[in-house]
């Protein structure tokens, strides 16, 4: 999965849009707020976002999405920042398991 820096879904491939039930399109109109569990929003978008802020090179957590029928899968995700030198925009990269 590729992210903004403000967690905005950019890109998502076949496995990661099969096991949420959305389609790529659909995710690309989506953040990560939009499917964390309530519960996980508190504790995991903010490492999420001090990593790409504080530039840390690696983050992983585990944390409960939400599919697009409403089931709660749990997920390991690991993802890194890469900031563009010239524009200073940065990119999430992020490799996403189904801990089911």
């Keep these: ?14 496995t990661y849009t099969d096991f949420m039930e959305y389609s790529e399109q659909e995710l690309k109109s989506m953040n990560v707020r939009d499917f964390t569990h309530p519960e996980d929003v508190g504790k995991s978008i903010p490492k999420i976002e001090n990593a790409i802020h504080d530039n840390v090179k690696l983050i992983r957590l585990q944390k409960r999405n939400l599919t697009k029928s409403g089931k709660t899968i749990w997920v390991q995700t690991s ?19 189904d801990k089911r």
């Design 1 to 14: 999965m590729k992210l903004d820096s403000n967690l905005n879904i950019l890109a998502a491939n076949k």
């Design 79 to 97: 993802g890194m920042g890469v900031k563009d030198l010239i524009t200073g925009y940065v990119t999430v990269y992020a490799v996403v398991e």
